[in-house]
Every structure is written in structure tokens, then in C-alpha cells.
């Protein structure tokens, strides 16, 4: 068995002619918000704070996109859902069952007690992108209930009281060899 040490590799013409193996990290970008903005609307709306965009080094890549976001919500009867796109284009919909709504992921009440309450949401999807110009990925969100509600994000609705907390929220992007 031999050993091969280097301390950098470099393309033959340009850095970005390596070839790494399949399922090689290429590189991370990575966005974490302290922001406690709310949200309240029948449509989905855009949480900026979390929008993190990458470079593809090679068309061939795949995008590995993890989300921890943290919600708070003032009703005990709130669920919340979430839509990823990547520019415009929503990435990782389900599919449409009756008159269901069709998101990328979502989080469930009814709670007890929510404005006390903050409850955490991961979620990842492997992206095929095919392209080496740079990309965004964002997140969009609405509060549902029978009416329009607010969710919170990073913070419980109530925080008058020092036994309440506030958090962050991530989204990390992985360029994966393809």
C-alpha cells in the first residue's frame, strides 16, 4: 500500500479542472441568522435572512441544502410550511394530494401554550442544479390555521419573561461531486 502526501492540488490548466471522486465535498457555504423578524400572510413569503447562494465549481454537481430553522407561533392552533426554491425555481415539492397544499416541508400544532413555545424544523434535499453560475437558495414561509397567523422566527411569540429564549436559524450548502 502507498501513501501519496501533497499539501495543494492544483489543475493541470485551472483550479477548477480537478477531478474529485463522486461524493467528494467541493465546498460549504453556510448562512445563521439571529433575525426575529415575524411573518403573518395567506401566501408565502420570503425569510431573507436565510437566503445563501453558491458557485458551482462543475455543471455536474449536486447541491446539498440543510435548513434548521426555529419557529414560534402566538396560536395554539398554528402549523407552519415551508417552500425552498432554489432562485425561482421550488425545489423538493410534494406531491399534490387532494386539496392539500403542496410544500417542501412543514411543521404541525396545535400546541399547548405556543406563544411560550419555540419548536425547531430540519430539513435537507440533495439539488441537481447543472450549472456553474451562482445560485440562490431561499426559504419562504406562512403560518396556517383556519385564519392567517403569525409565526416568529428564532423567538417564541411571548418574551417578556427571562425563562423565554431566542436562537438561530441555519442553512448550509454543500457543492457534492457528482
Same mark, same amino acid.
Request: aromatic letters at 8%.
Given at each position: ?17 480537478? @477531478? ?9 457555504? =453556510? ?12 401566501? #408565502?413569503?420570503?425569510? $431573507? ?10 455543471? =455536474?454537481?449536486?447541491? #446539498? ?40 416541508? @412543514?411543521?404541525?400544532?396545535?400546541? /399547548? ?14 439539488? $441537481?442544479?447543472?450549472? /456553474? ?6 426559504? #419562504? ?5 383556519? /385564519?392567517?397567523?403569525?409565526?416568529? #422566527? ?7 419573561? @427571562? ?5 438561530? $436559524? ?9
Amino acid at each position: 500500500m502507498s501513501t501519496l502526501s501533497v499539501d495543494t492540488i492544483q489543475g493541470k490548466t485551472t483550479a477548477n479542472t480537478v @477531478a474529485m471522486p463522486s461524493g467528494s465535498v467541493i465546498q460549504v457555504v =453556510s448562512t445563521t441568522t439571529t433575525d426575529t423578524s415575524s411573518l403573518a400572510s395567506v401566501n #408565502f413569503l420570503e425569510f $431573507s435572512a436565510l437566503s445563501t447562494s453558491i458557485t458551482p465549481k462543475f455543471s =455536474s454537481s449536486k447541491i #446539498f441544502v440543510t435548513l434548521n430553522i426555529c419557529i414560534g407561533n402566538a396560536n395554539d392552533d398554528n402549523y407552519n410550511q415551508f417552500k425552498v426554491k432554489r432562485d425561482s425555481t421550488e425545489i423538493g415539492i410534494g406531491t399534490s394530494v387532494s386539496s392539500a397544499s403542496t410544500v417542501t416541508f @412543514a411543521n404541525n400544532g396545535p400546541y /399547548t401554550h405556543a406563544q411560550y413555545e419555540m419548536h425547531s424544523s430540519s430539513y435537507s434535499i440533495l439539488d $441537481s442544479p447543472n450549472t /456553474t453560475s451562482q445560485i440562490t437558495y431561499k426559504l #419562504f414561509a406562512r403560518a396556517m390555521a383556519t /385564519t392567517t397567523r403569525t409565526m416568529y #422566527f428564532n423567538r417564541a411569540s411571548d418574551v417578556t419573561d @427571562a425563562n423565554r429564549s431566542s436562537t438561530t $436559524s441555519t442553512m448550509t450548502l454543500m457543492e457534492i461531486a457528482g
